[in-house]
């Protein structure tokens, strides 16, 4: 079975400093890796995914994500953090099914 | 183009009653999820259709929650005899293909409440 831990359910930072957002994960077979961001009263936005090839990815509004096999993680980052980037981040990992498993989502909050 | 659209945004139903949510995915989208969230938890998958046929329906959880795609498109989740438990926002996803690398874009979500 997968599943999908995401440390830290509030995470606060300063408006340009460096956003890191921890996701880890168990899975039996090589995972497709997925950050959405979910604004207040919207709905998921794939902000980046992980399928095969670079381990590194780029993804949407400056955030990027690197697969860590050996870690079993998949952290989100972004170099600066902008007000507009408050928001509940989720972590998903999909398998053998067709179906994403989400971490119980992380809240970042962007001081001004 | 249009997202995935879900109604009623908001419903809000008595102990015992019965709902339907509709769920209209993106137009030429095969592959149709739903998930539930409860307040502060990552969504939870309930069940997927491949067409008109539901592949996988191992999340649901128990014979009061039923889901239909009739003809491929527009699918509805239905909810028996409503329990207090079953208050959460409930998501609509679709995508274009099925398989686990495919991208799965979401509706706004439906919040029930049950009282």
């Known amino acids: 079975a997968q599943s999908v831990t995401q440390l830290g359910s509030h995470v606060s930072v300063s408006e340009g400093a460096l956003v890191l957002l921890r996701c880890n994960y168990s899975?039996?077979?090589?995972?497709?890796l997925f950050w959405y961001v979910q604004y207040p009263n919207q709905g998921l936005q794939l902000l980046l995914k992980y399928t095969t090839g670079a381990t590194l990815v780029k993804g949407i509004n400056g955030f990027e994500a690197e697969f860590k096999k050996s870690e079993t993680s998949f952290h989100l980052t972004k170099p600066s953090a902008h007000m507009s980037d408050a928001a509940e981040y989720f972590c998903?990992?999909?398998?053998?099914?067709?179906?994403?498993?989400f971490g119980g989502g992380t809240r970042l909050m962007v001081k001004p | 183009g249009a997202g995935v659209s879900q109604t009623p945004s908001n419903k809000v139903t008595e102990k015992g009653k019965y709902v339907e949510l509709r769920c209209d995915p993106i137009s030429g989208h095969t592959a149709l999820y739903w998930y539930r969230q409860s307040l502060g938890q990552g969504p939870e998958f309930l069940i997927y259709f491949q067409g008109t046929g539901a592949a996988d329906d191992s999340g649901l959880p128990n014979d009061r929650f039923f889901a239909v795609r009739p003809e491929g498109s527009v699918s509805t989740l239905k909810i028996q005899r409503t329990e207090r438990g079953d208050s959460a926002v409930y998501l609509c996803a679709s995508s274009l293909n099925s398989g686990t690398s495919e991208t799965q874009y979401f509706g706004p979500g439906t919040r029930l409440l049950v009282l």
């Open positions: 998903a990992v999909g398998d053998a099914g067709n179906m994403l498993t």
């Open positions: 899975s039996s077979v090589p995972p497709y």
